[in-house]
């Protein structure tokens, strides 16, 4: 990654003052403002009654340009914490209309998620507050490159999102034009920001997170691979900009605790065939949707769903005569040809892979259970503590197939939700240094404040 080729690379801690697993609300708070707080609380004290200043609001204070972007909707917690003083993170219209009123330059990524109230329809939207306070709302791939600098305050948003108003999964996305990468919206970013006072911008890959809450290790790849691209475009303008720029890659807290080691494959790790995962969890759970309405709970057979999951995951169920040969293919290695045949050695391969991703009994069992599950409604479904342990609340079959998958490559996780484990911190441009070694994650804001100079400009709040 040119994450990881950046000279300064540290770690830090990400604890909160409610625990030492943090919420997303917690910990970029810490990061935006120095000071740690609850979970859930976003910009503000412990009680929620005292808001503190953020570093890019003193970066506006000062003159210089802000942008927010996110993969996740712009008034989810992590961009929030940017702009936004709430009680509660899932204030989510207040956080809108803070967003509305912020003054800050651009925003972009996924849409608002509330930006109308629910409570009182009366009350305005935060996007055509947004357009009154001299926002341009620029919606999808035409309006998005239609944007020039000079354009004013910019609002950018996909126009294609999922049913939590952010973007698509980079492993979904498909090369469909009507997709509007992370990468690419930071490159206008830099385009629409650049000015000779300076400019910040805190850019979020915040559906990494949501990956690895559903234990997909596909999914998180993949976008954190498209995270990497945003990254390099903020790397291709350090490289014209060298002694006047600073990037600083962070996690505000780690989800699932993926590693890589299982049980299963002890000391062995086959992280290449997670490549084989066609669509994340949510697209398969379309998928699965789509069977259900044409097949009756009483009359479904999970043997009519696998050529999908085949498809979606590459996992094979093989008749026994099948996989009986198989094995002695394996067993007896590559078969040498006096003609080198690459057709053969290919056609070898394949039955190679096909043999390793064919699932086992106990494998088959597994789902068959999910498969179960997942044909039930959502209210007849058992919802004990066992069951939470194979599914986290998630679509079962679709978060057993991941596993499996998973655990096939020697990848593992401990948990459907956020964990105490520390994350990694590195740094390219002025003063980078700095972010070397281990501390808290309340020390990047004090390192930033540092090497800005914009702590002069904190008083007032």
């Known amino acids: 990654l040119v994450m990881n080729t950046f000279p300064a690379q540290g770690m830090n801690t990400t604890y909160d003052l409610s625990s030492v697993i943090p919420d997303s609300a917690s910990t970029a708070t810490a990061i935006a403002t120095g000071f740690k707080t609850k979970s859930g609380v976003i910009g503000m004290d412990a009680e929620g009654k005292n808001p503190y200043m953020t570093i890019t609001e003193m970066a506006k204070k000062k003159g210089w340009k802000v942008g927010i972007l996110s993969s996740v909707s712009l008034d989810h917690a992590t961009p929030a914490a940017f702009y936004a003083h709430v ?56 309006e998005f490159e239609a944007l020039r600098p000079g354009k004013g305050k910019v609002i ?36 629409l920001l650049y000015n000779p ?23 998180s790849i993949h976008d954190t691979l498209a995270f990497d691209e945003a990254v390099s475009e903020a790397v291709k303008f350090y490289k014209k900009h060298p002694g006047e720029t600073l990037i600083v890659v962070t996690g505000d807290h780690e989800t699932g605790g993926m590693t890589i080691g299982f049980a299963g494959t002890q000391y062995s790790s086959f992280v290449d065939k997670i490549q084989y995962q066609r669509m994340s969890y949510i697209e398969f759970d379309k998928k699965l949707d789509e069977f259900k309405k044409t097949h009756p709970q009483d009359q479904a057979r999970f043997e009519q769903l696998m050529p999908v999951i085949t498809e979606a995951f590459g996992l094979y169920i093989l008749p026994d005569e099948e996989k009986s040969a198989l094995e002695k293919t394996v067993a007896a290695g590559k078969e040498k040809d006096a003609d080198d045949d690459k057709k053969k050695e290919a056609k070898e391969a394949e039955k190679r892979l096909k043999y390793s991703m064919a699932l086992t009994d106990l494998e ?30 998630y679509e079962p079959l679709s978060v057993r197939l991941t596993t499996i998958l998973n655990n096939k490559s020697g990848i593992a996780w401990t948990s459907y939700s956020h964990t105490g484990v520390p994350v990694q911190t590195s740094a ?30 904190a008083s007032g709040r």
């Open 87 to 142: 009680p509660s993170r899932q204030q989510m219209y207040d956080i809108c209309m803070q967003l509305a009123n912020s003054g800050f330059d651009y925003f972009a990524g996924g849409q608002m998620a509330q930006p109308v109230s629910k409570q009182d329809e009366r009350k305005p939207s935060a996007i055509e507050t947004a357009r009154a306070n001299g926002y341009t709302v620029a919606m999808g791939r035409d």
């Open 156 to 191: 950018a948003m996909n126009s294609v999102v999922d049913a939590d108003k952010a973007m698509y999964y980079a492993l979904d996305q498909n090369g469909r034009q009507d997709h509007v990468t992370l990468a690419e919206y930071v490159s206008k970013d830099i385009a």
């Open 197 to 219: 006072k300076g400019f910040l911008m805190m850019v979020e890959g915040g559906k990494i997170d949501w990956a690895c809450h559903a234990n997909d290790a596909a999914a």
């Open 364 to 393: 088959i069992k597994a789902l068959r259970e999910a498969f179960q599950q997942s044909m039930m409604g959502k209210k007849e479904r058992a919802k004990d503590d066992y069951t939470y342990l194979l599914y986290g609340g």
């Open 428 to 457: 390219m441009g002025v003063s980078a240094g700095l972010f070397n070694g281990y501390y808290d994650q309340t020390d990047i804001h004090k390192k930033l404040i540092k090497i800005t100079g914009l702590a002069s400009t």
